[in-house]
């Protein structure tokens, strides 16, 4: 369990950890570049994830996985919303996030049947094709990407903050270890407390930050943010532990633990396409509160 839990870990640490440094290339250089290379990225790694031999090739795999991941992810509301008018942009996010919801659902529902069939090399390359889809698409519909930005990108503060994010989800990761290696573990919590120092510094002195901390001081923001942090943190807990209990605890086949697990990214899609729908009428932060309900309910009824 401890080293299939690295090849998560390794993915999600790589893509959170270069979201803001990607998006930031991304206003300087155009976008849609950006999210087209994160596709070629992904494409390479899902081909080498599929024919990995051994646990460190996959892991690394998975770091470039997420670092492709981090490319689209980072560009991909710029791309969606520039195309549409401030008041259309509510709504157009919400079919963004229900597109999320959608594959969602239908990657744990495939891929429990291909598992099933063909391994779980089937995972990886299965996906391959459709990155590469995605990536003919951009090429033929050549979409705008929004005006650039002139500022410049700061290297130094891209790289604290990468490392500063890195550290904060290893030391999460290694919480449970601090009876066996106490020493280890302060020393994470150290670095990643001196990285964190060192990016603030960093931020306030630079003419073209890659993070605005002065948006923060907007206390609505920072409490909207810690909130979404802490929703987000929750909800990742049951992708990580529920698949062990479906197929070592539940007597379900591999399919039908797909199944289960593409329920909740089902129930995504739906509320993310009415959620942008009743935006102006009901209002974000009462959809935002009626949301956060939803996740304590159900993590307290699993």
């Not at 839990?5 to 570049?33: C, E, K, N, P, Q």
């Not at 689209?72 to 195309?83: D, E, F, I, Q, R």
């Not at 994470?188 to 002065?214: C, E, K, Y």
């Not at 379900?252 to 009415?274: D, E």
Request: some cysteine.
């Amino acid at each position: 369990l401890k080293e299939i839990r690295w090849v998560v870990i390794a993915y999600v640490a790589t893509y959170a950890s270069l979201m803001l440094v990607f998006g930031r290339i991304g206003d300087l250089f155009g976008h849609a570049r950006v999210f087209a290379g994160g596709l070629v990225v992904c494409s390479i790694a899902f081909a080498i994830c599929s024919i990995a031999d051994n646990y460190h090739w996959l892991l690394a795999a998975r770091v470039l996985q997420g670092i492709g991941t981090a490319m689209v992810l980072s560009c991909g509301p710029a791309l969606a919303t520039h195309l549409y008018s401030e008041q259309h942009r509510p709504r157009i996010l919400g079919v963004y996030a229900m597109s999320f919801g959608l594959g969602g659902a239908l990657g744990p529902s495939l891929g429990g049947a291909l598992v099933d069939v063909w391994g779980w090399p089937a995972v990886f390359w299965s996906r391959l094709p459709l990155a590469l889809v995605a990536l003919i698409l951009m090429w033929l519909l050549r979409l705008p990407s929004p005006a650039r930005d002139s500022g410049r990108f700061d290297i130094g503060s891209a790289i604290v903050l990468a490392a500063a994010t890195v550290l904060f989800l290893l030391t999460v990761s290694q919480l449970e270890q601090f009876a066996a290696a106490p020493v280890r573990t302060l020393l994470l919590v150290g670095l990643t407390f001196a990285t964190t120092i060192g990016f603030i510094r960093m931020s306030r002195r630079a003419a073209s930050p890659i993070l605005d901390l002065g948006a923060f001081g907007i206390t609505s923001f920072a409490w909207i943010n810690a909130a979404n942090v802490v929703v987000n943190f929750t909800g990742f807990a049951t992708m990580l532990f529920v698949p062990y209990f479906l197929v070592r605890v539940s007597s379900l086949p591999l399919w039908q633990s797909g199944m289960v697990m593409a329920i909740g990214p089902l129930g995504m899609m739906i509320a993310s396409n009415l959620g942008g729908r009743m935006m102006h009428g009901v209002g974000a932060g009462r959809i935002a509160l009626a949301g956060a309900a939803c996740v304590a309910i159900g993590l307290g009824w699993m």
